[in-house]
């Protein structure tokens, strides 16, 4: 059990921006205004993880569960409730691959294994999770479980949940463990329930997996399409046909500007006039990846993307802009450090909605977090898509309100989230998931019976209610 | 409402094994005895079901919802618990297709459609749903949904929960929606909480689900491969290479002997000779079949499983094997009369299991059936597979004890569901749902805690337990 105040500082808060805005003005806080866990403890294995939690129940004490701390939705905050105390339970060194069924292709990986971690141990049996997050590099398996994540080739790997063979997990009322066949119909999918429960139903421990060959050739494009709308039109051709690349991420006008702005040189020049030439007038940049046992299975794939593609008139850029993508793909969180030193309220934020409804939703959140912010920078892209829709991943940059930095952005952000679940258009959460942020939420996505419903689970294996208080469930008068 | 004991007598009971023996020794019993309900309600939309559920929910009368009537697992039996009375609620006259979103490629379906009219009033638009299990005939959008169904071009379309894309349930507590987007990380995903659960959290009024254009082209096509173990070997790589037909259908020797007696004659006397004359001495069946827009699309797809088959020795057929299986598809259940008639024993049962367990599950399960039967006729297949694991279905067929033909299957099925719980090697149901036949084996694949956890969210939403008692819960002191 570790006390120190900086073990302490460090395992509570994730990575949003309030979250850096707030640890940029920690001086002179109380421990509880700044929400730090009173203990830090680390177990060994899933059976000290257990006997903490049995040690919780019987002293009254909340358990908040800590992975990578990359929540950007406060899902890490160590908040109490009606505790007297707090607890950070820190899964870092439940950190093996605890199996491998290399027949079954099935991997079981400790919750504290990182992103690149997951990918070294199953690589010395030439087997990839291919779960690649912007989050990868500190990001752990439990995380990625407990939140459902969904990483950046997605449209190749599935989302997380869909890799999730079954889970082991540790509950006051003791070890869980869900996952005996491929696929079932002995009721309800319970792993269904675990995944995305954030802490609240239980400590996920261990997690099985399935996991794939590491592809022996990979293979990174670029094209551009004339318009959003011509664009995402696209996109739902390549989902409905079975024709998405592994990775397949398309900018918006303005996302795409900004990438062509900052990467401002001859070669820039040279790609507008190309564009130009082409008649192009409003960009949108689409990244496609793909991965495979050989060259050929590429291009066979490949191939029929890119047919569709030329229906859309995009115009092809080859290897470079999307080869630039992947060498930067994890290095969104790290520029808003300097962004923050700059004065600027820089924040990400992402919904999924049914093609029908995705144009109209993508309006509506612009014209709401303009609405709140004046003259935002907002760029948007789709990452995620599936035949029956896909997701938005919204990047803001305003000039920063320093007299009250914290209630600007809730403003823009309740804004946002309100044109979201409004109708209701969409999801509140594609893949960051709900943590404390968007709790006040939940309700309008799940009714007042889906609240009620995952109260009744939590009650089940936490009657207590030591488990990450104030997350996931939206406050009972809410 | 009806109560002629006929309507009633329609309304109980499914279409297992024990249930045409029980049908066919009625005479001299009373209601209670058959389970027969008291009376059959028919409602004409959600609104309706609604206002049933909370006349019962006033009188205390148990609810069980009644679709197409062909659960085999007892999910239809008119079981009262401890409510003083039971109604049938059929869902018959839900029989519309209620909404078209043909960008999105969702659609709404009425609870009651069966699969005939559903594709039917999806064909109006172009569109299909492809799911076709074997009770396609009867079976019913929401049974579908409530059981976890599976189609035999599962490998294509996908199990039916992977079709929902969203679902309306009339339960005691209200109306309750589910599904906004095509992914979210909103928490547990509630769909999977109501999909599955078989009536007791509510009924299944309507279901959003993803549709497709019908396919312009079908082909069948035989092959056989040398022996179990190679026949499932090469089954595991088509499913891990995504070489998968859309039905991918794998029989064992005594089934494929099976088909080839009752196809004595001419031609399976030549196919014999072809067979053995390339060095087959057990031969195993494998039936594919591709759906898609074009030949060459087909064709294209077809290439690669077929490499693959070719390193396993496969021998090809043709056609005519794959084309006589389609045409026969929906038969099996037919037949059983005549062979009840002729006094035999005959039943099904399936399960499923992570390929490095499916063999050794395989044979415990058939030693398990001779254990119990003597000398039965146990025939294998696997109609459903997956990069992690496969499905297995058998038929059994044996003399009938006429002096006990209820205990002989009872002790015959238990002896079967403990090969399949013990270890756990696989699941206790693939496809057939709980009901009231694997209550009892639950609890060994969720945990108690999972038993828990379902009966809360029961509580939450039906809190003085009017739906469908008796079934998918254990009891409570098992």
Redo the contacts between chains.
């Keep these: 059990m570790l006390t120190d105040p900086l073990e302490r500082l460090g395992r509570t808060g994730g990575l949003s921006y309030l979250d850096l805005v707030r640890r940029r003005s920690i001086g002179g806080r109380t421990p509880g205004e700044l929400a730090i866990p009173d203990a830090v403890v680390v177990p060994a294995d899933p059976g000290q993880v257990q006997r903490v939690l049995e040690v919780c129940v019987s002293h009254d004490v909340a358990v908040v569960p800590f992975g990578g701390g990359t929540s950007v939705v406060g899902g890490v905050t160590a908040l109490r409730g009606d505790k007297h105390a707090v607890i950070a339970l820190d899964l870092a060194r439940l950190d093996e691959l605890v199996s491998v069924?290399p027949?079954?292709?099935?991997a079981v990986l400790g919750a504290g294994v990182r992103g690149p971690d997951a990918e070294r141990l199953l690589a010395a049996h030439g087997l990839t999770l291919g779960h690649v997050p912007q989050s990868f590099e500190r990001a752990t398996i439990g995380g990625f479980a407990a939140?459902?994540?969904?990483g950046q080739a997605s449209s190749g790997y599935g989302?997380f949940?869909d890799m999730v063979?079954g889970v082991r997990v540790a509950?006051p009322?003791?070890d869980?463990?869900?996952g005996?066949?491929?696929?079932?119909?002995?009721?309800?999918?319970?792993r269904?329930?675990?995944?995305?429960?954030?802490g609240t139903?239980g400590v996920i421990t261990e997690v099985a997996l399935?996991v794939?060959p590491v592809p022996a050739v990979r293979r990174f494009e670029g094209f551009v399409l004339d318009g959003w709308e011509r664009g995402s039109s696209a996109m739902?051709r390549l989902a409905?046909s079975g024709a998405l690349a592994d990775v397949t991420r398309l900018s918006d006008v303005d996302e795409t500007e900004v990438s062509l702005a900052l990467n401002a040189g001859w070669k820039t020049l040279l790609l507008r006039r190309y564009l130009a030439a082409r008649g192009v007038r409003t960009p949108c940049l689409l990244v496609l990846g793909w991965e495979g046992a050989s060259k050929r299975e590429i291009a066979?794939r490949r191939k029929k993307t890119v047919a569709l593609l030329r229906e859309f008139g995009a115009v092809g850029l080859g290897s470079s802009p999307g080869e630039a993508w992947e060498r930067g793909r994890f290095s969104g969180p790290r520029q808003r450090d300097a962004l923050l030193d700059a004065g600027v309220c820089v924040e990400t934020l992402e919904?999924?909605?049914?093609?029908?409804?995705l144009d109209r939703l993508r309006d509506e959140v612009r014209s709401a977090l303009r609405g709140a912010l004046g003259t935002p920078i907002v760029m948007c892209h789709i990452s995620?898509a599936?035949?029956?829709?896909?997701?938005l991943y919204f990047t803001v940059l305003a000039a920063r309100d320093d007299a009250d930095p914290i209630g600007q952005w809730e403003r823009a952000k309740r804004a946002a989230c309100e044109a979201i679940t409004g109708g209701?258009?969409?999801?509140?959460?594609?893949?960051?998931?709900?943590g404390v942020d968007?709790a006040r939420?939940?309700r309008a996505?799940?009714?007042?019976?889906?609240v009620?419903?995952?109260?009744?689970?939590k009650?089940?294996?936490d009657p207590t209610g030591i488990l990450n208080p104030g997350k996931?469930l939206p406050a009972e008068d809410s």
């Design positions: 069924d027949v079954s292709r099935i939140t459902r994540s969904a989302r949940e063979s509950t009322r003791g869980w463990r869900l005996v066949a491929p696929a079932s119909a002995a009721g309800p999918d319970l269904q329930l675990a995944v995305g429960s954030e139903l399935r794939r739902r409905q066979s919904t999924a909605a049914h093609w029908s409804k995620h599936y035949e029956t829709g896909a997701s209701p258009l969409g999801t509140i959460s594609h893949h960051h998931a709900v968007h939420y939940l996505e799940i009714g007042d019976l889906g009620d419903v995952l109260r009744a689970a009650s089940a294996v996931l």
